[in-house]
């Protein structure tokens, strides 16, 4: 008999750890989870030629549907469309929100500002006596035509825009990112101006507030290090935040939920252990697990792993900031004056707009700090966006 076979017969037979492994493996990877996460969009498993299409025309249509009954909100002069406090604000607010907005020249009929401002006022509705924040609408639109949706809002919030004066001096022509940094500073310096808050956060018009916005935020401001950063961003792109990532945080955090994955699984199975699998709390098989389970939280996606932390704001994470994007940033104390300083002294370009800029300052200036929030606290709503370029057909992914 070749000496193979009684080898092959001790590792491949069904009491074998070896053969239950790569059983287990070839059912969880190939059968159960594809079948489970094929429609799940920031899963491995999605697939895109199937569901792509259907799931991106579907997310369109809601939005624009959102948009329409925002519009008809908020011309109807409904009393709820006046729960937004009047043009008077009061002052040194313990938060502000600045919305920053500019007339779009694609998807106007999705009302990207009136849709996040209606959202806005059922939040502030829910607060109690005590108002939650100051909402200031910080319009930066330059061209000829007014921005409509910024307009209808006026009386109800506090709309704020440029002198005839100061964009005579703004005039000065720059690229589309110089620009909107620009903008950015001219609205957070605005804002400190006219109310002094002791705490901002900054959305862009396409930043939808999640219902439970106002409770992470009050929650955000009670820990530590809000007296420790300069800023905090509250929105990370879904598809940017697997593990398979440069950020070492996330390598960290995907070995350690492997292993405590793997370890509460070899405790289970001398009490419920219904395929007479043979694994034990060995070192091997330890290893073995710990990888299984870093492997199919990774093809899952961990962003679906995300959304278990919002059954309580004390459950969401903060950890170093990432690069990408400024949809919705949180400035603790003074912090929003020391971005609009650090930005103005900074040049923004193709490849270096205001995020990378903000990114950059908080890595090389000494004594500052930047984090994020996890999961998001915003929806990113903006399909079309007011300052590059967009496809005939925007998708998802």
């Not at 793997?262 to 199975?269: H, Q, R, Y």
């Not at 707009?353 to 890595?363: C, E, S, T």
């Amino acid at each position: 008999m070749p000496r193979w076979k009684p080898l092959g017969s001790q590792y491949f037979r069904w009491s074998s750890t070896v053969t239950q492994g790569l059983v287990l493996s070839v059912i969880t990877f190939c059968v159960v989870l594809p079948l489970c996460c094929h429609r799940l969009l920031y899963s491995y498993f999605f697939i895109k030629s199937m569901y792509l299409d259907s799931m991106s025309d579907r997310v369109l249509r809601d939005s624009y549907d959102r948009g329409q009954d925002a519009l008809r909100f908020w011309q109807s002069g409904s009393p709820g469309a006046s729960a937004g406090g009047g043009a008077k604000v009061a002052k040194r607010p313990e938060l502000l929100v600045t919305v920053v907005t500019t007339r779009r020249r694609e998807g106007r009929d999705f009302h990207y500002l009136l849709q996040v401002m209606q959202q806005l006022i059922g939040l502030l509705g829910g607060c109690g006596e005590r108002r939650c924040a100051e909402v200031l609408v910080c319009d930066v639109d330059s061209g000829p035509r007014e921005n409509e949706d910024a307009s209808l809002l006026d009386g109800r919030f506090r709309v704020v825009r440029r002198s005839p004066e100061e964009r005579r001096r703004n005039r000065e022509r720059v690229n589309t990112f110089e620009k909107e940094k620009r903008d950015y500073v001219y609205c957070l310096r605005k804002g400190w101006e006219l109310l002094r808050p002791r705490n901002v956060v900054v959305l862009e018009d396409d930043a939808l507030p999640r219902p439970d916005f106002f409770s992470v935020i009050k929650d955000l401001l009670s820990r530590p290090l809000a007296v420790q950063t300069l800023y905090v961003k509250l929105y990370h792109p879904e598809r940017l935040q697997r593990y398979w990532n440069p950020e070492p945080y996330r390598i960290l955090e995907w070995v350690g939920l492997g292993l405590v994955g793997a370890t509460a699984l070899l405790l289970t199975f001398p009490y419920w252990n219904p395929f007479s699998l043979s694994f034990t709390l060995s070192a091997s098989h330890l290893l073995f697990f710990t990888l299984y389970v870093m492997a199919a939280a990774e093809l899952v996606g961990r962003h679906y792993l995300l959304e278990a932390r919002r059954l309580n704001p004390q459950l969401y994470a903060v950890s170093p900031a990432t690069e990408c994007c400024t949809p919705a940033m949180l400035f603790p104390g003074n912090a929003s004056l020391r971005v609009a300083d650090y930005l103005d002294g900074s040049s923004c370009v193709k490849g270096n707009a205001k995020d990378m800029v903000l990114y950059q300052i908080a890595r090389s200036v000494p004594g500052e700090r930047a984090h994020s929030l996890e999961p998001n606290l915003v929806t990113h709503i903006g399909a079309f966006s007011s300052v590059r370029a967009n496809p005939p057909k925007p998708k998802l992914l």
